[in-house]
T-cell receptor
């Protein structure tokens, strides 16, 4: 089954404790992206990657890091989480055939709470 | 002015009603227009997409794009309780550009 898998689905942590949210896709997609979704603000892009070793900032990259060492994986790293990073996070992927339209397939989401 | 504007609702309708969801946008370079549906506690899933202006129909769903007015719509006929979700419009220029999303409209269809 074609899917984007995020882990963990739920995470509660404390300020300053480094964490990683993993994202993996099995569709051989070149494009991957991370979003956060907050009430009243909608989906906002954090980082995206057009291919292996190619990453770029989205609209709200501050406080986040990403890496793309393999095509299927695109982890999101919070080096020193803060309470304002409490949010619902989504990973998404897309293929170049679709990229002109950029039809993206989303994971189920990771709900993060930073205390 | 934000690039994409979408009324957040919430919108509550009785079962069987015709629902109209809308977005306006400011960037005339947008060419691809999409509607995503997001159920509670799930990720967004693509419902429909259209290229440039015109209509596209898929079952009970019709997507319309009016580029001259920078206005897109999604119509749901014979709405069902299972249509209760948040609907997000999204668009991009087609040059491998990133998707720009509206904030979503929360729809509730009451039995």
């Amino acid at each position: 089954e074609a899917q984007v898998t995020q882990n963990p689905r739920y995470l509660i942590t404390v300020t300053g404790k480094k964490l990683t949210v993993t994202c993996s896709q099995n569709m051989n997609h070149e494009y991957m992206s991370w979003y956060r979704q907050d009430p009243g603000l909608g989906l906002r892009q954090i980082y995206y990657s057009m291919n292996v070793e190619v990453t770029d900032k989205g609209d709200v990259p501050e406080g986040y890091k990403v890496s793309r060492k393999e095509k299927r994986n695109f982890p999101l790293i919070l080096e020193s989480p803060s309470p304002n990073q409490t949010s619902l996070y989504f990973c998404a992927s897309s293929s170049y055939r679709e990229t002109a339209k950029n039809i993206q397939y989303f994971g189920a989401g990771t709900r993060l709470s930073v205390l | 002015q934000k690039e994409v504007e979408q009324d957040p609702g919430p919108l509550s309708v009785p079962e069987g009603a015709i629902v109209s969801l809308n977005c306006t946008y400011s960037n005339s370079a947008f060419q691809y227009f999409m509607w995503y549906r997001q159920y509670s506690r799930k990720g967004p899933e693509l419902l429909m997409y259209t290229y440039s202006s015109g209509n596209k129909e898929d079952g009970r769903f019709t997507a319309q794009v009016d580029k001259s007015s920078k206005y897109i719509s999604l119509f749901i006929r014979d709405s069902q309780p299972s249509d209760s979700a948040t609907y997000l419009c999204a668009m991009n220029t087609g040059s491998q550009g990133n998707l720009i999303f509206g904030k979503g409209t929360k729809l509730s269809v009451k039995p």
